[in-house]
């Protein structure tokens, strides 16, 4: 088993960042890609940034050059940097190992306009 909790989350204003993390505990060593989902209300979860365990990354198109995804194998941690954040990047932010069907409980981000 892997348990994954995120932190990070908050309030912000549009244009502002904020960088989220993700503390992975357990029988990591089964892990391979890592991945950030998110959860606007009243819409489907997205994936918004995947990592696999060679350091290649995959970013949804309207998150490409603001968020980065990186992980710290080290430290069991995965991160994910939000620059010039925006009004419709609010959403509940998910960690998960999708290949191993992991998920966090997750972490708010609200960005105000």
């Known amino acids: 088993q892997v348990q994954l909790v995120e932190s990070g989350g908050g309030l912000v204003q549009a244009e502002e960042s904020l960088r989220l993390s993700c503390a992975a505990s357990?029988?990591?060593?089964?892990?391979?890609?890592m991945a950030w989902y998110r959860q606007a209300p009243g819409k489907e979860r997205e994936l918004v940034a995947i990592?696999?365990?060679?350091?290649?990354?995959h970013y949804l198109d309207s998150v490409k050059g603001r968020f980065t995804i990186s992980r710290d194998n080290a430290k069991n941690t995965l991160y994910l940097q939000m620059n010039s954040l925006k009004p419709e990047d609010t959403g509940m932010y998910y960690c998960?190992?999708?290949?191993?069907?992991?998920w966090g409980q997750g972490t708010q981000v609200t960005v105000s306009s």
């Open positions: 998960a190992a999708p290949n191993n069907g992991y």
């Open positions: 990592i696999d365990s060679s350091g290649r990354t």
């Open positions: 357990g029988s990591i060593f089964s892990i391979n890609a």
